[in-house]
């Protein structure tokens, strides 16, 4: 028989009375113990610190998870220390061994944990303190600090116990800050902001509720003032919450407030020591704000991990040089050079860090870099000329003298190149000392080279320069009355005379021109007595004509020497006078 529709009604709505009437609080309840259970929880041991024993610290950690296990059963799921220890041991790590806080977050990815608890342990006085931080790793609302003290008698199931009944109430407000996240998705805004009041009732700077907060002020295009409030609270609850400072960082940044936003991004970073990007994010804002020393430090923290990262070394060498950090320049450089096989040949390269070098006056490096430069590109002359400054400083005087040839070689019109070569020369063999004869050679030399300079160049100053070469050692020897040398002083002189165009050196020039020439003529004498020929007797005229003209030129630098040198040179005048018919010359 078919059942009229309004009886089929009636049972059905009797029936949903009864289920619904078994539905009681507790039910409802349980049902949702069992979805919230699904919240994973990874809880690693405490990381001992200071004279705290390592086995203590896997005990404790042990105990800590049975005793959340058990008081939060209903409200989460706490990962079983099998299942961490084959996790572990499968990267390579102990178990038996507290893992590095740095890698909790790798690890509770892999075991796909909502949120993670790390800690460290440690002995203050008759006390053991464990400090725990909270991390919401996948909406787990879970987040923030918390601090246990216990006397240090008690057994570590003793203290687990009391670690975990102290995270009730953040238990408590990560379940808030979850409903935040749920109501907010369903754009039941209102119900949100009362999850977040409730959490902060229990923390007032809750970061997963202070999160929530900020997005849902996003949502609701809530000025930027606003959404600044909510992560400001956020990072007070938590200094190593990655996301909120990051977040945080950009919202600086729309209000203007580029150093707050760099400082947050610095932040940021310390929360997560192997964002290698935001590293160097970070380094290159630091170096913006000219806080170069600091930018070293952020980019040497992963070299010090990873010394061939090419990007980072580069990094650290613009921000020492920007920073005139020339130690540390020299340092990045070399690093660079060793992992960029690129710049092997770059002559850019091979400049820039010998001027590094050179700055700091480190003649080891610029003799190694100069050396690396030419070794590559034989035929820059630029790069040979930092190698004959590098030579001269570490006073390698015949291997600066050797640059120069070979720069010469490639251009004759060097001008600075020759006139440094011929001052390496002066300074070298004017080192007069009766014990060591004069080095004529590099004189000699030197007068090739400034006899190139002089066919290269018409200019005054250069000529002055030129003069002032030729005068210094041509004075020098006719003053030490060196008798071998006096031709090359006369030379030296005469060739300073020539090239000085302003005249600033006619006095002097000539009365040491007119010594040298006296001198040359006492030597003279004797060898014409000796010889007997007209052709030493006319030398001899001619030298005693040159003394006499160039010591009344000169006379001002000392008429009482003048005077007497002029006597001396009468007396040859009238002797060689009776040469010439002595030795029946025409």
């Known amino acids: 028989m078919q059942i009229p529709s309004s009886i089929r009604r009636m049972r059905l709505l009797w029936f949903a009375s009864i289920t619904m009437a078994a539905a009681t609080p507790g039910a409802i309840h349980a049902q949702n113990a069992v ?35 058990s008081k939060f059963r209903f409200k989460m799921r706490i990962i079983p220390g099998e299942t961490i220890c084959e996790a572990l041991e499968a990267s390579g790590f102990e178990c038996d061994k507290p893992l590095p806080a740095a890698n909790a977050g790798p690890l509770a990815r892999f075991l796909q944990a909502r949120g993670y608890i790390v800690g460290w342990v440690e002995r203050t006085g008759d006390s053991v303190q464990v400090t725990l931080r909270l991390v919401d790793a996948a909406g787990s609302g879970l987040s923030g600090w918390t601090v246990v003290v216990s006397r240090g008698d008690r057994s570590a199931r003793n203290i687990a116990r ?52 900020a997005l849902l002020f996003e949502v609701q295009q ?39 936003g760099v400082d947050a991004f610095a932040s940021q970073l310390r929360a997560e020591l192997n964002n290698i990007k935001l590293r160097h994010g970070v380094a290159v804002a630091r170096m913006q704000q000219g806080r170069h020393e600091e930018a070293v430090e952020i980019l040497q923290y992963a070299l010090d991990r990873n010394p061939l990262d090419l990007l980072t070394l580069q990094y650290k060498a613009r921000a020492c040089v920007e920073g005139e950090l020339w130690e540390c320049a020299l340092d990045a450089l070399g690093a660079e050079y060793e992992v960029d096989s690129s710049l092997i040949g770059d002559s850019i390269f091979y400049a820039r860090v010998f001027g590094v070098a050179q700055s700091i006056e480190d ?19 630029s790069l040979w000329r930092a190698r004959a400054a590098a030579l001269k400083a570490a006073s390698e005087h015949d291997g600066a003298l050797a640059a120069y040839d070979r720069i010469l070689m490639l251009d004759s019109s060097q001008v600075s190149s020759a006139l440094a070569a011929v001052q390496l020369l002066l300074d070298s063999s004017l080192v007069v000392d009766t014990a060591v004869p004069l ?4 004189l000699w030399k030197a007068d090739t ?4 300079v002089a066919a290269q160049t018409s200019d005054t100053a250069t000529s002055m320069n030129l003069a002032a070469l030729y005068y210094n050692p041509g004075s020098r020897i006719a003053q030490l ?33 007119a010594l040298a020439y006296f001198f040359w003529v006492t030597e003279l004498d004797l060898e014409v007595r000796e010889s007997e020929t007209c ?27 003048a005077t007497q040198i002029l006597e001396y040179i009468g007396h040859y005048e009238t002797a060689v006078k009776t040469y010439k018919p002595a030795f029946e010359c025409p």
């Open 481 to 513: 009355r060196l008798m071998a040398h006096l031709p090359l002083a006369a030379h030296f002189l005469e060739q300073a005379l020539a090239h000085d165009l302003r005249g600033s050196l006619t006095a002097p020039a000539n009365f040491f021109l």
């Open 162 to 213: 009391d670690v975990a009944d102290a995270l009730d109430d953040q238990v408590k407000a990560a379940g808030y800050a979850r409903e935040c996240d749920e109501r907010r998705g369903r754009s039941d805004f209102r119900g949100a902001r009362d999850r977040v009041k409730r959490a902060f009732e229990i923390n007032p700077n809750h970061p997963s509720a202070a999160l929530c907060l």
């Open 439 to 442: 080095d004529t050679a590099r």
């Open 363 to 381: 003649i080891a490096a610029m003799l190694r870099w100069s050396g690396e430069a030419v070794e590559h590109l034989p035929n820059s002359i």
């Open 535 to 561: 052709e030493m007797v006319d030398k001899e005229i001619d030298l005693i004509d040159r003394a006499n003209r160039a010591m009344e030129l000169g006379r001002s630098v000392s008429e009482q020497t």
């Open 449 to 452: 080279l400034l006899q190139l």
């Open 222 to 260: 809530q000025p930027n003032d606003s959404l600044i409030f909510a992560l400001e609270r956020a990072v007070r609850g938590d200094s190593l919450n990655g996301r909120a400072w990051e977040m945080l960082g950009r919202r600086y940044l729309d209000a203007g407030d580029t150093t707050k």
């Open 35 to 69: 979805r919230r259970s699904n919240e994973r929880v990874l809880v690693l041991p405490p990381i001992p610190v200071g004279a705290v024993d390592t086995a203590f610290a896997i005990e404790l950690g042990n105990e800590i998870r049975r005793r959340m296990e």
